[in-house]
């Protein structure tokens, strides 16, 4: 098995890689949430090549399913089919909001063994047939790789419904105070817990001020740069 896309990777994207493959490892799925221009596509991709490899090892043959906006789609079918020429489908989220295509999902797709759902952040809202659609069916793959550079607008509840998607049950095995997702992201909203407790162990985010300073050089001028 070679691993094309991880050598193709920069080093501060590998550490994403390597990070995710750990999160994923003891919790089923991550969220990939570096700001916008660092990549997130590539360590996407990083995270699936790893994650389909090993599911292949363990006897698992299926596919990899990607989940994005339409207008997402075609970059995603030339990543996946034209430069690296994963075993993969790309269907569009826009799919997910017919009411019954959740049934739709599980009879096509039953056969992936890891699913990356660009573009997270429309799964914030729990009252969707979007949302509902995807939960019922994450159920089927080993691993889940959101991608989101905006994990959380009005409330700690976003994250919470994301989370959802691949931790199914409140109780928990990340090392918060109470162990329970549901009763600490509403201690976060009453203001006795601090979301990022939480968020330290499920998601990956950097700036790109944090990224320059840890892996940029430096030009003949004294600016810092990837």
Request: with cysteine; glycine share 6%; hydrophobic share 35%.
């Amino acid at each position: 098995q070679s691993f094309d896309v991880y050598e193709d990777l920069y080093e501060f994207q590998k550490w994403a890689v390597n990070r995710g493959i750990r999160i994923v490892n003891q919790y089923g799925g991550v969220l990939v949430s570096d700001v916008v221009g660092m990549g997130k596509t590539f360590v996407g991709l990083g995270l699936l090549e790893h994650f389909h490899a090993r599911n292949r090892l363990r006897g698992q043959d299926g596919k990899m399913l990607i989940i994005c906006p339409k207008h997402l789609q075609p970059m995603w079918e030339r990543m996946v089919h034209d430069r690296y020429n994963f075993h993969a489908e790309v269907i569009s989220q826009g799919m997910l909001s017919k009411e019954e295509f959740g049934e739709v999902l599980l009879e096509r797709h039953d056969d992936a063994t890891v699913c990356l759902i660009d573009e997270a952040q429309h799964y914030r809202n729990y009252d969707s047939n979007r949302y509902h659609n995807l939960r019922d069916y994450l159920p089927v793959v080993n691993q889940t790789i959101l991608l989101t550079a905006t994990p959380y607008a009005k409330s700690a509840m976003d994250v919470y419904n994301q989370l959802k998607l691949f931790h199914i049950e409140d109780i928990t095995e990340i090392p918060i105070t109470p162990p329970n997702l549901r009763k600490f992201v509403d201690e976060v909203e009453d203001g006795d817990a601090d979301l990022s407790d939480l968020l330290s162990h499920v998601m990956i985010r950097r700036t790109r001020e944090d990224i320059i300073s840890q892996y940029g050089e430096t030009d003949d001028e004294g600016q810092q740069y990837l």
